[in-house]
């Protein structure tokens, strides 16, 4: 783990990146990354979230910047822009079912080629999918999901790179910080090594690349 | 009292001890502030939390504890909160005991949609089609018609949320169970006739010779 500038962590992401971002609504998003994203004015990103918040707030600012070609997730009910350019064609929308989005995320972060779900068989969803039936059910076969970076919102870093999230700021985070080539973190407080109990850890220090310092 | 009034407080009365209950946004949101008095239950926020309480008071929010709405909740004594796998494990899995949510349509059939009219409005599901998928009893919360149309429809034109039949819808006009498969319906709302509830209908209602008004 190294420690970064939050500009220094930004600048290592390319125009045309995949990104995959914590937070739920906004909530445990890391807020300052996605600002810095938009002031650096980073173009064709794909965007791997639960949802895209509402305009002004969490990655519903990279979609008002005009930052994204795609955005993977489960809900844009909350943000109009995104519906509004996804119909009117400058933005690709691809809609995943929550618990199926998360679980393709944690097999791409937990060595797995994909998962078996019975959500969605029968729906639209199941479109172009391999369908399997064990013990007599049916599944949809659902592939894993990798992205270039992850963009980590956690409570406490501490210095070597050790994790906690704080209540319903958890969400998408930990499972994110498995699943991506590097792994950048902004956290609320950096503490020492030690006020993080090891029974308390939620995303272990080896995981995580990048720690942008607290300024 | 209100139609979403009686939707709640009927839906309310289906909660048993103990059980892990899943609100979704709207109407499903109002059944919390019904819940019988010396019954306890844990609603679970698909975001991350289990033991949601209210509201909390001014001034008294905390940025990271919302529910799925992104609204400032409370989290009660023994509530705990975890990650999103950890979430729709619980969802998918059969550990959230009951599901309530809301509908744009419920066919003959109780299959549900809920997640998108094309060409108009494309929310996407969020975690409705795990919660419908996986929950142990999946109930309908909703209007009985959308501007004089019936939502109870022989067959759902919109795109279906799961194939999976829900257990009961609840109306303001009536309550209607999918327990054996056919659209049954059980109660009418106070001064609500069968008639009424059938001419509001374009699924077909089987009409059990009782049906009983639902006790509020």
Request: some cysteine; hydrophobic content about 45%.
């Amino acid at each position: 783990m190294r420690t970064l500038t939050l500009e220094e962590a930004v600048t290592k992401i390319p125009d045309g990146a995949s990104l995959m971002i914590g937070g739920f609504m906004g909530v445990g998003t890391p807020e300052r990354i996605v600002d810095e994203l938009v002031r650096q004015g980073k173009r064709e990103l794909t965007v791997i979230a639960n949802d895209t918040a509402a305009p002004g707030v969490g990655i519903g600012k990279l979609v008002s910047a005009g930052a994204l070609r795609k955005a993977i997730v489960s809900h844009i009910g909350t943000n109009l822009e995104t519906q509004q350019r996804m119909i009117g064609g400058k933005m690709e929308v691809e809609l995943v079912p929550q618990g199926t989005l998360i679980e393709r995320i944690r097999a791409g972060g937990f060595g797995l080629g994909g998962i078996l779900t019975p959500t969605g068989v029968g729906t639209v969803v199941e479109t172009g999918k391999q369908k399997l039936t064990v013990n007599g059910k049916e599944f949809l076969l659902e592939i894993a999901l990798r992205a270039d970076f992850a963009l980590v919102g956690a409570f406490l870093a501490d210095y070597l790179g050790n994790l906690t999230y704080a209540l319903t700021g958890r969400n998408f985070n930990p499972v994110i910080a498995t699943a991506a080539d590097t792994v950048i973190v902004a956290a609320e407080h950096i503490v020492p090594v030690g006020v993080i109990a090891p029974d308390h850890v939620m995303t272990p220090a080896p995981l995580v690349d990048y720690l942008i310092t607290n300024t | 009292m209100d139609a979403q009034t009686i939707i709640a407080r009927r839906i309310a009365l289906e909660l048993r001890e103990g059980m892990l209950v899943n609100l979704g946004i709207g109407i499903p949101t109002l059944v919390a502030n019904h819940v019988p008095e010396g019954v306890r239950v844990f609603f679970q926020s698909e975001n991350g939390l289990m033991g949601t309480g209210p509201a909390p008071e001014e001034g008294m929010q905390h940025r990271l504890l919302t529910d799925a709405g992104g609204r400032p909740v409370t989290a009660l004594p023994g509530a705990c909160t975890f990650d999103s796998a950890m979430s729709f494990g619980l969802i998918r899995g059969g550990h959230v005991d009951m599901t309530v949510l809301g509908a744009l349509q419920v066919d003959a059939q109780g299959r549900l949609a809920n997640w998108m009219i094309p060409g108009k409005m494309v929310p996407g599901m969020g975690g409705a089609m795990d919660l419908v998928t996986g929950a142990r009893r999946v109930v309908v919360a909703m209007q009985h018609t959308a501007k004089g149309k019936p939502k109870i429809v022989t067959r759902c034109t919109l795109p279906l949320t799961s194939v999976r039949p829900v257990s009961l819808v609840v109306t303001e006009m009536a309550v209607i169970s999918f327990a054996d498969g056919a659209a049954t319906l059980i109660e009418t709302a106070p001064d609500v006739s069968v008639e009424q509830v059938l001419a509001a209908t374009e699924a077909e209602l089987r009409v059990p010779s009782r049906v009983t008004q639902m006790q509020l």
